[in-house]
């Protein structure tokens, strides 16, 4: 193994959401800092990592992407399990997208169980002009559910570093507590 490979801790993490809300362009973004405007959906990796370091540790995350298998609502417990963290996506523009926040949400913590940091993810935060969802709402609903709350743009970059970043941070925090 390289030096540049090393690593203190792996972390799985997995995007989840509807079909169409932007988990493999925020994926693209977080990873390679591209960004896919086509209507054709890329049919994007199935994970892709990428080292952070803070506190002088080295933590390795693994994201996992549905790759288009929620369509079919075929996501399967193999897809969540063993993941410590999870982006549970919405779009801001699509109303319907942020009502079935609770389905995925039960069906990881199904397959994924109560350990597992979620934060709630609205995404496409540049379309201001088609909001259907209040930030209000969402915050809400991510309260009740103990889950942490932010909106992002993958189109524009807002807030995507820090989404992934803060996760990162905060399953890292949770094991550090939890082992002492
Ligand atoms: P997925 O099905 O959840 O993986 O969604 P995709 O990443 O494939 O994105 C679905 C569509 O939304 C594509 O046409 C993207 O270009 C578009 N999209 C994704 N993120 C954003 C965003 O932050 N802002 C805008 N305006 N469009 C986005
Ligand atoms: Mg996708």
């Known amino acids: ?68 298998q929620e ?15 999870a982006l549970l996506v919405y779009d801001i523009t699509r109303h319907d997208s942020f009502r079935n926040a609770e389905r995925w949400l039960s069906e990881l913590r199904e397959y ?16 201001r002009h088609l909001r259907a969802v209040s930030a209000e709402e969402a915050k809400a609903f991510s309260e009740n559910s103990r889950l942490s709350f932010i909106e992002t ?3 524009d970059s807002t807030n995507v570093e820090t989404a992934f970043t803060r996760i990162i941070k905060e399953i890292y925090h949770r094991r550090k507590h939890d082992s002492v």
Do not use: P
Not at 6 to 17: A, E, Q, R, W
Not at 21 to 35: A, C, M, W
Not at 71 to 85: E, H, I, M, P, Q
Not at 112 to 127: P, W
């Open 1 to 68: 193994m390289s030096a540049t490979d090393d690593y203190d801790y792996l972390f799985k993490i997995v995007l989840i959401g509807d079909s169409g809300v932007g988990k493999s362009n925020l994926l693209l973004r977080f990873h390679k800092n591209e960004f896919n405007g086509g209507q054709r959906e890329t049919i994007g990796v199935e994970f892709a990592t990428k080292t952070i370091e803070f506190d002088n540790v080295h933590v390795k995350a693994q994201v996992w992407d549905t790759a288009g």
């Open 71 to 85: 369509r079919y609502r075929a996501v399967t417990s193999a897809f969540y399990r063993g993941s410590l963290g």
């Open 112 to 127: 994924a169980g109560e350990d597992c940091i979620v934060m709630l993810v609205g995404n496409k935060s540049d379309l």
């Open 153 to 155: 743009s993958a189109k």
